[in-house]
């Protein structure tokens, strides 16, 4: 994959380099009353900026709490195996699923 970047172009190259992550735009929906304050509240040209680093924060969230329900779970020695016999199924439905639609295997 890193290969594959570095052919894309030098100023990919160049933020590669320097650990810049390469940004992607995205096309949302939002209600014109939430633009409006967003608009208000942030400014305009740093909603873009606003709503990156909410989401991150956000995700953050998810995992650590994810984090803490694996580690409660790993205290109860039963709920373990059962959280570690649905992984195994979950991962071999993926499988089969990717396997049929012709994606890489997992």
Do not use: P
Request: overall charge positive; proline content about 0%.
């Amino acid at each position: 994959m890193f290969e594959k970047n570095l052919k894309k172009s030098c100023s990919i190259t160049i933020m590669l380099k320097y650990n810049i992550m390469e940004k992607r735009t995205i096309s949302i929906k939002i209600t014109e009353n939430l633009y409006q304050r967003l608009h208000q509240e942030v400014g305009k040209g740093k909603i873009s900026k606003f709503l990156e680093e909410l989401a991150e924060e956000r995700l953050e969230q998810k995992e650590k709490e994810l984090e803490l329900a694996y580690k409660e779970i790993a205290q109860d020695k039963k709920r373990w195996k059962l959280t570690k016999e649905w992984e195994k199924v979950a991962l071999s439905d993926l499988r089969k699923k990717t396997k049929k639609h012709g994606r890489a295997n997992i």
